[in-house]
């Protein structure tokens, strides 16, 4: 499925399946992102340490960026690999098989392939997460 996130100045915007879902600023830097099923969850960029946090009704996510190295993180017994690159997109790997897929579109949007269903029930706040961390000034994990 096609997920797709803007970052401005004025309010960001998360676009899944054709669907526009509402980002709201939250204290602390938490944006929250309206769910179909009527929850909601919240995800947070702190730049100071360079982690992406997800929180929302199916558990709670960090992910610990490493500039240098792969970043690896573990969500529902799965385990994930972000491999630090210098030019392209964005490739998230579960074992040796990519699970997500993205990059920076022409339009200024990001534009992410989620193929792993263990990733689809937090796809859209990890791709707003990547946004936000590559839009912070921070060379992002593999993004050019």
């Known amino acids: 499925m096609a997920v797709e ?3 401005g100045w004025l309010g960001h915007r998360v676009i899944a399946e054709g669907v526009e879902y509402p980002v709201v600023k939250g204290r602390r830097g938490w944006l929250s992102i309206a769910d179909s099923r009527g929850g909601a969850t919240r995800v947070r960029y702190d730049a100071l340490r360079d982690r992406i946090h997800i929180e929302g009704p199916d558990g709670s996510l960090e992910i610990r960026i490493r500039s240098l190295r ?13 491999p630090s690159r210098l030019f392209g997109g964005i490739t998230i790997y579960e074992d040796e098989r990519v699970a997500a897929e993205g990059k920076l579109a022409s339009t200024g949007r990001w534009v992410f392939e989620v193929s792993s269903p263990t990733l689809r029930s937090i796809e ?3 791709v707003l997460g990547l946004a936000m961390r590559a839009a912070s000034g921070f060379v992002p994990v593999s993004v050019s």
Do not use: M
Request: hydrophobic share 35%; net charge positive; proline share 0%.
């Open 70 to 82: 792969s970043t690896t993180f573990e969500w529902r017994g799965h385990a994930y690999r972000i």
């Open 124 to 126: 859209r706040e990890l």
């Open 5 to 7: 996130v803007k970052i």
